[in-house]
């Protein structure tokens, strides 16, 4: 007989933490405009997205930095306080993951992130990251969400079927990709909408 999910894998960033280089950087520089320009310019998503895959932070910040030479020092700031980025837990989505946890299901994640910056930042969080069995980090493995050889890779490591999960990311293409592999996917939303999805499929009261 056919059986439902049994585990659940989450992405990290703006599903269980709220996260933008904004909130590192409103720190550092007072005036709004110069700021929404600095992180829409200088620090973006595609510069970023080279740490997710591995490059090191080094390599990134030193060719931006000959880019920009005028922000350089700002640039060199994003490695050490990387974690300042991080905007705190997403509502909810805590109480969520505790009560899997307590009801005795899987927990697992796969982040694209950046291998240099992650044990800072999983060190922060121990009371939520130490109830889960195992997270695929892409920094690490040099493989990156939405390609399908970052789920294949953390499905055989998880020891999961592609039925066995419910996977939750904030990124379509993600929910896309991994819905090609079979496993069940969720694009978050709020912590109310998946808690339902999760009562729907058997894994939460």
Known sequence: MATGPTA???????????WH????????????RALSTFVEQVVTPEWHFQHDEGRPFAET??????????HAELIALWGPRFNDSVGGPMPGM????????????????????SAEFWPAFRA??????DRFRDIVVSGAERLVKPDPAIYALALDRFGLRAQDAVFVDDNPANVAAACAMGIDSVAFTDAAVFRARLVEVGLLA
Do not use: C, K
């Not at 922060?124 to 990251?129: E, G």
């Open 8 to 18: 659940v894998i989450f992405d990290i960033g703006n599903v269980l933490f709220s």
């Open 21 to 32: 280089p904004r909130f590192l950087y409103e720190r550092l520089i007072g005036d709004d």
């Open 61 to 70: 910040s030193a060719e931006l930095g000959a880019r920009f030479p005028e």
């Open 94 to 113: 805590f109480e969520i993951v505790e009560a899997l946890d307590d009801a005795g299901v899987p927990l697992f994640a796969i982040t694209n992130f």
């Open 124 to 129: 922060a969080w121990p009371q939520l990251f």
